[in-house]
């Protein structure tokens, strides 16, 4: 089963797999002018997730 969740500062991608951890990459960041409500908004993500539940890939992308 696949999750692709696009919001406006942030993408939530998930693949759960039987009997393991559901894998998500938090991408974060971007060029925008939101770039900081975007980091914001990602560590709010992952601090809600249950590690024992999920594994989180963080993949920041620099405003540059």
């Known amino acids: 089963k696949k999750l692709l969740i696009i919001r406006e500062h942030f993408i939530l ?6 009997m393991k951890k559901i894998h998500i990459a938090l991408l974060f ?3 925008s002018a939101e770039h900081a409500v975007s980091i914001l908004s990602a560590k709010s993500i992952f601090s809600a997730l249950d590690p024992e539940k999920y594994d989180v890939t963080l993949i920041e992308i620099s405003q540059e």
Do not use: D, K, L, V
């Open 13 to 18: 991608y998930a693949h759960n797999s039987p």
């Open 29 to 31: 960041g971007g060029r």
